[in-house]
């Protein structure tokens, strides 16, 4: 078995880009009603699910140790939303933030995959400019 903080890192990274993969789609789905964009975040979000072997998904599942994590409390900077567009901005970022984590966690677990990580990152990128075309300017504010 892996070492679990090795194994935290990756089901707290995939469980966070997956979750905000699900964040853009539904902002697609329901508030810009854009499906086009709703099916290349949907396609994306389960490609994921081709990356992570069952064994390592199920022994980061088995590491987890949500009760004490220390970053489980909610701060200032998670509230802090005032549109569906900074929704939409602050889970892209969030994505791409994780997917680059699980892109280096992998060269310690499944090295081969590494490139199928980055791949998605890259698409996540190209797609945050189409995204722009869409919708007003991303920001954080």
Same mark, same amino acid.
């Given at each position: ?6 194994? $935290? ?11 905000? +993969? ?21 396609? +994306? ?48 970022? $969030?994505?791409?933030?994780? +997917?680059?984590?699980?892109? %280096? ?13 980055? !791949?998605? $990152?890259?698409?996540?990128?190209? +797609? %945050? ?5 869409? !919708? ?6």
């Amino acid at each position: 078995m892996l070492d679990k903080g090795i194994l $935290r890192v990756i089901d707290a990274n995939f469980n966070r880009c997956k979750e905000g +993969l699900r964040v853009v789609e539904d902002v697609f789905r329901f508030v810009s009603r854009n499906d086009t964009l709703r099916k290349k975040i949907r396609k +994306l979000r389960h490609s994921l699910d081709f990356i992570i072997q069952e064994k390592i998904l199920k022994d980061a599942i088995l590491s987890r140790n949500s009760r004490e994590d220390p970053g489980r409390g909610t701060d200032y900077l998670e509230i802090k939303r005032d549109s569906a567009n900074s929704i939409l901005y602050v889970n892209l970022q $969030r994505t791409k933030e994780s +997917l680059r984590v699980l892109e %280096e966690f992998f060269k310690l677990i499944i090295p081969r995959h590494v490139s199928r990580i980055k !791949r998605i $990152r890259y698409e996540i990128y190209t +797609l %945050e400019k189409e995204i722009l075309k869409f !919708r007003p300017p991303l920001c954080n504010s």
